[in-house]
């Protein structure tokens, strides 16, 4: 009946469930690490498996953990463990000299939307040292070279963030591209415990902002790994949901049941015709996010940016001058 | 019915007389500047006018400015100026040597709320030169003596913002408070394109961040004048607006009316009851904010802080040196 | 005798003159435009001039501006004004059409430094609207696409910035570069007050970084117009200036003469030592800068980017909406 | 001779001891904790010994920490913990429910002037929690309500520090305050490496900024505990102290020697007025500082903050929910 926005297959899969859509080509694996830490993979297979999911082939592994927007001592490094072990399932070929750039996605100026800039700022930048003293400058062979770029939004640059990433893809070469982005869920609850690491990029109107162009293995050439981490509902979604939730309490309490009755006499197109009238069309523009979203991001931003630098510079630290 | 969430006098006034409250004791006074530019002042006279409005005695005077939200050579200059003749409408004696505390509250840290800190940027600070140079070292007698401070939010802190304010306050001995302050609207049309300035001061729930405690002549012992800009509508308001519209529609729309007919039916505490199962409670710590708010924020702050400047340090510029 | 650090070419001019060293392939003139404003030009016409000079042929434009660091309400406009003016002399064709590309070098997180990042923050960018809404989009054929970047600084990407902005350029092919960045002067008077734009990009050595890498035309293959105001002195200019005011005020201090005199009788590779043995080799990777460089790099950047609006972008801004 | 910036007690003994000045009054003791860290005491115990060293009475303790400045996974967790038992020294009386006020003091917008409000961003702020939820609201007994506040400096807000703090601290009554501040020291070596602890509060003249008036017992009339991490040399030092090696070198070096006699017939206003040529007023105003500050400053500020957690808010960080 309507299209909801969420950045999440999880959510999609879900809600697909919930309206027994037929999901042929889509498999789900769900795996409990312990009661607060579930990590659930969901594979698209199939051409036919993509349309009805409404996002492209490639895996998504969604890492639920219910603690993860606690403020903890050492930034839940519990939960890097896992992602860096999720990145290293992605990573096409395991050669530990694969180079990497990272890519900080977003408006660092916004909070909710600051989460990739705010990554980026906390990554251990190995390429520039590796590249002037060699492999032996950390006492390890197990350091891959590691750059990175806030390339900024649109409306800061005037360019596509893909025309900018392309650009330096081109020059730089690296093998794999690591893309961080906030994103939108459906549902307020999964704000800021959710991490989704997918090797199908960053794909055109996903995240905050909304991106125009996919940052893919197709548009750049190479694998593009993308982590994102839902940090705004998108303010017409609240309103969507809420009819929905609407006609359930109709169809469930006895109170609203006559009221129910007249709902379901609608056919789709007099639904429709509600819910456009319902929604204000400066909505689409908007964002619904939490009010100590600060704190999240800063949380957050050091879980992901720890995650990736397990999975990319395994080094004793002491033994690194920045 | 429910009570909506606006800090805007403006928009109770509104409300009610939507909805046909007898407003006695609440004067409403409208002046058109220019297409742009309307003028409003919402004069609450009685402690019965405050009850029905549910604010506070007093004067809130609204510039509503359609074009304050676009890019602007000089930040809109000619708002400034509006904006500084209210102010001084507003300050309870018209000494050019009063003392003024200017108070960014919210959280620089969170876009939407940062506006006050922001302003306070961007102030001429001249109390600490004129304490060392005397009245002369601008060239000019009418430069008031102006100070600022932001007080951080009560989760950076660990203290209320009148806390801070109070102990400044006695320390220091300013005559007159004005505190800046993000606000929540009920209309997402009213973002960015308004000015509230009140001398009731900051009251307790209103701001983004809704304040526990007020920040008032009566809290403080000296006048406070407060300057709010809404830059978020409450994420519980969207839900409760958008059900009073289908309310509206049901009663209007042939199509609808069966339902609408059955939604009559229903008794005020039966509305209660759907109202409360459509609202999710996390929505009650979220807002909802454009997704350019950092950009409004950024030249708000600018249009806000000029006018302030204009109304308390009309100097030769050239001759300040910071 | 020694080399002194600075970015400036009026300055590299005006030790030559003072050391009587032949200045052949060198040409400079003087406008006074007021008694706060002289503009000079220095040209290097030849190799053996750019070979004396130590820095590259081309044009080196200075704007000496006294007040230029003092508070001011429309942030130097007048300076704004004679920026756009230079500008437009060094552009090399006159084309209203060319797109430019503004490079923001320097590190945003150290304050004298971020000369650059801050000048792109206040950029009118326009690539993007013109590429969606074509020429009219502005009511003024006169508004050229401009799009900007800041690359950030090796030890935050890994990579070098003639990496990222030539990928970029190869990508997005503007017309023409402008690179922001701040300089070292030699001379702490000349902090804050004055502006040296060259249409020789950015060269090795040079910024308060220290470039590895050129931003020119030879390295990006198009023009590269730069655009720079000295924020800090090179710890060790400081004391090697030190030094040559003491030999100086040795040979005029009756006092100091007898000591001057054994001075004098020691031999260049004698003079070599001496500053070895009092340079710390810290001091190489330190700079000197103003207790207030917040403010003056605040303001700096409004009055930068407001010449670079000017020149690119004299829209009426009204109609712009961002 | 003349007087050299430093804020750091230690320099001063050092010096004296170089100089061979009489210390009746000041004890020193040295403590190596392994080899990269030692603690130092210097106790100026009486008013003669004040005199001598310019410096108040009472207890200054230097962690010398030769690696704190390189990066590391957990912010030198360690240092830390040298930190926290500092700290517990220093502390009047054990109880654990003594509230704590942290004063962030010095310039956010200025990196090595930021490391004061950058550890504040960092601290665990206890104080509403405590005063809303009662003291299991950590389950543990052993945490300390703790506020915080960032006063910013006179030019942001007009006010000196110390009216601004005392004010908050008659009105919300704390039992302590800690004052984390950047502080200049004498030789460049010891920038970032070494952190001070007194309980003699900050002193005027000290700090970047170099406050005008003391925030200790005196003033506050409660016990102010200072930490201080040197992040600058002041550029009149720098150039103070080379004048120092060049009379060193002089009577050291054979090439030299003459000019050394020459010298050493100085009178001492004969030196002073050599000094006093050699210095630009300008270097006043000015400091000396490493180009990758901000990194620096980042990771500091971390290691102080951590160790303040660690002394008053022994929590068991899981149970802690911001």
């Given at each position: 009946m309507y299209q909801i926005r969420t950045d999440l297959a999880l959510e999609t899969q879900e809600k697909m469930q919930e309206e027994h859509v037929d999901l042929k080509g889509v498999r789900y694996v769900e795996e409990k690490i312990d009661k607060n830490l579930t990590?659930?993979?969901?594979?698209?297979?199939?051409?036919?498996?993509?349309?009805?999911?409404?996002?492209?082939r490639g895996t998504y592994i969604t890492i639920e953990a219910l603690d993860m927007d606690t403020a903890d001592e050492d930034y839940h490094r519990e939960i890097s463990v896992q992602l860096a072990k999720v990145l290293q399932r992605l990573v096409p070929e395991k050669r530990k000299d694969m180079s990497v750039l990272v890519v900080g996605l977003g408006n660092r100026e916004v909070t909710p939307d600051a989460l990739g800039p705010r990554?980026?700022?906390?990554?251990?930048?190995?390429?520039?040292?590796?590249?002037?003293?060699?492999?032996?400058?950390?006492?390890?062979?197990?350091?891959?070279?590691?750059?990175?770029?806030?390339p900024g939004v649109m409306a800061q640059?005037?360019?596509?963030?893909?025309?900018?990433?392309?650009?330096?893809?081109?020059?730089?070469?690296?093998?794999?591209?690591?893309?961080?982005?906030?994103?939108?869920?459906?549902?307020?609850?999964?704000?800021?415990?959710?991490?989704?690491?997918?090797d199908t990029g960053i794909n055109p109107g996903s995240g905050v902002g909304n991106h125009r162009h996919g940052l893919n293995e197709k548009s750049l050439g190479i694998p593009v790994?993308?982590?994102?981490?839902?940090?705004?509902?998108?303010?017409?979604?609240?309103?969507?949901?809420?009819?929905?939730?609407?006609?359930?309490?109709?169809?469930?309490?006895?109170?609203?049941?006559?009221?129910?009755?007249?709902?379901?006499?609608?056919?789709?197109?007099?639904?429709?015709?509600?819910?456009?009238?319902?929604?204000?069309?400066?909505?689409?523009?908007?964002?619904?996010?939490?009010?100590?979203?600060?704190?999240?991001?800063?949380?957050?931003?050091?879980?992901?940016?720890?995650?990736?630098?397990?999975?990319?510079?395994?080094?004793?630290?002491?033994?690194?001058t920045a």
């Open positions: 990590i659930s993979t969901v594979t698209i297979e199939t051409e036919n498996g993509a349309k009805t999911m409404g996002k492209p990554v980026v700022d906390n990554l251990f930048i190995t390429r520039h040292i590796l590249k002037e003293y060699g492999k032996y400058a950390f006492g390890s062979e197990n350091v891959n070279p590691v750059s990175s770029i806030v640059t005037g360019m596509e963030s893909l025309e900018i990433i392309h650009g330096i893809v081109k020059e730089t070469k690296p093998e794999l591209v690591i893309a961080v982005d906030a994103l939108a869920a459906r549902n307020t609850r999964r704000l800021n415990r959710t991490i989704q690491v997918t790994i993308s982590i994102g981490i839902p940090t705004v509902v998108d303010a017409a979604t609240i309103v969507k949901d809420m009819l929905h939730n609407l006609l359930d309490a109709m169809s469930q309490s006895e109170m609203l049941k006559s009221l129910g009755n007249s709902m379901e006499e609608l056919d789709d197109s007099e639904k429709y015709e509600l819910i456009r009238e319902l929604l204000s069309p400066n909505l689409n523009t908007m964002f619904v996010t939490p009010k100590d979203i600060d704190e999240s991001v800063k949380r957050l931003s050091f879980t992901v940016s720890e995650g990736i630098n397990i999975a990319f510079a395994d080094i004793p630290f002491e033994q690194y």
